[in-house]
């Protein structure tokens, strides 16, 4: 598996900073999740682990997704956009998605020339990491 997954990752066109967008999909739903960054070595986590594995830009650190909180996402199928420079993970997601304790990180829309807060916390972030987290 080893030469396929370095094959694969040798198809994607990773920024001057070593990055690529990665848009995390609920596999069945089709729901939009979160959008994070991922390094080779991410993805190679991804691809070998069969579970999401992000770059933090913040941290300077591989993170897999749910290893504090336990809100994995287990990957179902990985893609490649047509430039070879976007990620799509199509994930079966465990519980929530976003560190606000939404399900996804898109609930704020624009309405009537506002941001509007469209979904409420389903977890309180307390209780996923202990202590409150910034954006």
Known sequence: MSDAVEAALAAIKFDADGLVPA?????????????????????RVTLTEGRACYWSRS???LWRKGETSGQAQILKEFRLDCDGDTVLLLVEQA???????????????????????????????????GKRRGS
Do not use: K
């Not at 848009?23 to 993805?43: C, P």
């Not at 829309?109 to 389903?122: F, H, M, S, T």
């Open 95 to 129: 519980g929530v998605a976003c560190h606000t304790g939404r399900r996804n990180c898109f609930f704020r829309a624009w309405r009537d020339g506002n941001w509007v807060e469209i979904a409420q916390p389903l977890v309180a972030p307390e209780a996923l990491y």
């Open 59 to 61: 941290r300077r650190a």
């Open 23 to 43: 848009i995390a999909q609920q596999h069945d739903s089709g729901e939009v999740l979160m959008v994070a960054w991922m390094n080779r070595d991410a993805a």
